[in-house]
């Protein structure tokens, strides 16, 4: 008798040796199905390791999106395109594998890349490709072909579409890698991460030289890092526009630290084809020491209000050995201040998955806690509108959880016109806050905690950090330990999961 299929079995089962790992597969759907830790309404597989979003394209009405993924286990190796769609960005169809590694000298795995349409209308993906058999194997950037429903994948037999040495300028090191293609008008562009063999950071640029998209021209170095960073990488570059403006957006490490996700408003000069920076900041304050927010990727949506772009990245840094690791951000909207710094709002459709709210109505806060009062899971929304007083500027708004049975509360953010905090990371705020009243937007998600703060007019202030401590249900609290500070609004949240 053939064995029963399990839950989600169709992502796995096209797996060349998928009878052989079967059990596996299946003993960690089982772990992830009962893990305290385990997002429920961040998008993640199934089960196994997760990285990079890929892939990520609005398309027939449906956004897509592919992501590294290791079917095998819940740590980094043989890495494939896992796919899923969805109508919202919230909800999430998980679909078949989308691209196995060819498994030969010169692709074990398949990397970093991106989704786009031809200008004679052909579903493609462009990803590096790469093979540890061979010591300095240069990586080659690939092209794949899919269906017009994009579920099933061929590689292109003209492969490598760019070749290292071939397509790159003199001195460049052979590690380069993340393509990604955006249109400007009737014209094609990619970029591709490199550094140069002494390691300054460049992005090259390259534009089609036909419909196809088959064949690339090298048109130069697109934005080169400075001196002073030297050894600074930047990976998974996406560019975008946003309200006329361009918008650069890089995941920069200096090995074997990851830094902060930066962000670069400008200009294109589409003669030259450089990238001139007039802005730039942080995207994410929370990564550090590897935990945290990195990788994004970027949709476009063409709407009948005009083009929105949205933006997900890889939240990274969890424990091996549950049958799980790594989730996708939750969705988050790009806008642009009238100062050119980028604004960052969690999609709407959040909402649905909204419970019954609980509220605390306008009051003052002093040293003595004030209780949310219900007992909440560990998955939950808040959005809380405070005022500072300027000339009180130690004034701190404190929130806390407390474990039901449990003495001790467990601090996750503070908030002065300072200072934000979130469980042990610090963001300067002096230059930011006024007297004004601020919203702070806060979700927790089991093992994921995201915090966006948005001053009036400027730079949106978000934060991803990771709480890696098992608990069950309990309370939410809030005080302010030094001085008064005026709560115009609290409202609390228990969010449904997605699965």
């Not at 990586?139 to 017009?148: E, K």
């Amino acid at each position: 008798m053939s064995e029963r299929p399990f839950p989600y079995e169709y992502v796995f089962q096209g797996l060349p040796d998928f009878y052989k790992h079967r059990k596996r597969i299946l003993h960690a759907l089982h772990h992830t199905s009962v893990d305290p830790l385990c997002p429920q309404f961040h998008f993640r597989p199934p089960c196994q390791w997760m990285n990079d979003p890929n892939g990520t394209l609005y398309y027939q009405g449906e956004f897509h999106l592919f992501y590294q993924f290791n079917p095998y286990g819940d740590d980094w190796g043989s890495i494939h395109w896992g796919h899923a769609k969805s109508k919202d960005l919230v909800h999430w169809d998980h679909l078949p594998i989308g691209l196995y590694p060819a498994n030969d000298e010169t692709e074990a795995h398949c990397a970093s890349g991106c989704m786009f349409v031809s200008h004679d209308q052909q579903l493609l993906i462009a990803y590096t490709a790469f093979s540890e058999e061979l010591e300095n194997q240069p990586y080659q950037q690939h092209l794949a072909v899919g269906s017009q429903d994009a579920l099933y994948w061929k590689r292109d037999p003209q492969n490598p579409l760019l070749q290292w040495g071939r397509d790159t300028p003199p001195k460049i090191h052979n590690g380069w890698r993340d393509p990604f293609v955006f249109h400007q008008g009737p014209r094609t562009f990619m970029v591709v991460s490199s550094w140069t063999e002494d390691f300054i950071a460049q992005i090259l640029i390259y534009e089609a030289k036909d419909a196809s998209c088959r064949n690339w021209e090298y048109r130069g170095v697109f934005f080169c890092e400075t001196e002073a960073n030297r050894g600074k990488f930047h990976e998974c570059p996406n560019i975008v526009e946003i309200d006329g403006k361009w918008v650069l957006i890089t995941s920069p490490y200096r090995d074997p630290v990851i830094r902060p996700i930066e962000y670069r408003v400008g200009t294109i000069d589409f003669t030259q084809l450089k990238f001139h920076t007039e802005n730039q900041g942080i995207l994410d304050h929370g990564t550090e020491q590897g935990h945290g927010l990195y990788a994004t990727n970027t949709y476009l949506n063409e709407g009948a209000e005009g083009p929105a772009i949205y933006l997900v990245g890889w939240i990274r840094g969890f424990p091996q050995g549950r049958g799980w690791n790594g989730c996708l951000s939750l969705p988050r909207r790009l806008r642009l201040s009238k100062t050119n710094q980028l604004q960052q709002e969690p999609v709407s459709a959040l909402h649905r998955l909204r419970g019954q709210s609980t509220q605390i109505p306008n009051s003052f806060l002093e040293e003595n806690a004030v209780w949310f009062p219900l007992s909440i899971k560990q998955q939950w929304e808040l959005q809380v509108t405070l005022e500072f007083n300027v000339s009180t500027p130690d004034s701190r708004w404190c929130l806390f959880f407390q474990q039901d049975k449990e003495p001790n509360t467990v601090p996750l953010i503070q908030l002065s016109s300072l200072e934000l905090w979130v469980t042990g990371k610090s963001i300067p705020l002096h230059s930011l806050l006024g007297p004004s009243e601020q919203t702070l937007k806060v979700y927790r998600d089991h093992s994921v905690l995201e915090v966006f703060l948005q001053p009036d007019g400027k730079e949106s202030i978000c934060l991803t950090r990771l709480l890696l401590s098992e608990g069950n249900e309990g309370r939410l609290g809030m005080n302010a330990p030094q001085g008064k500070i005026s709560v115009k609004a609290a409202e609390v949240w228990p969010l449904e999961s997605i699965w």
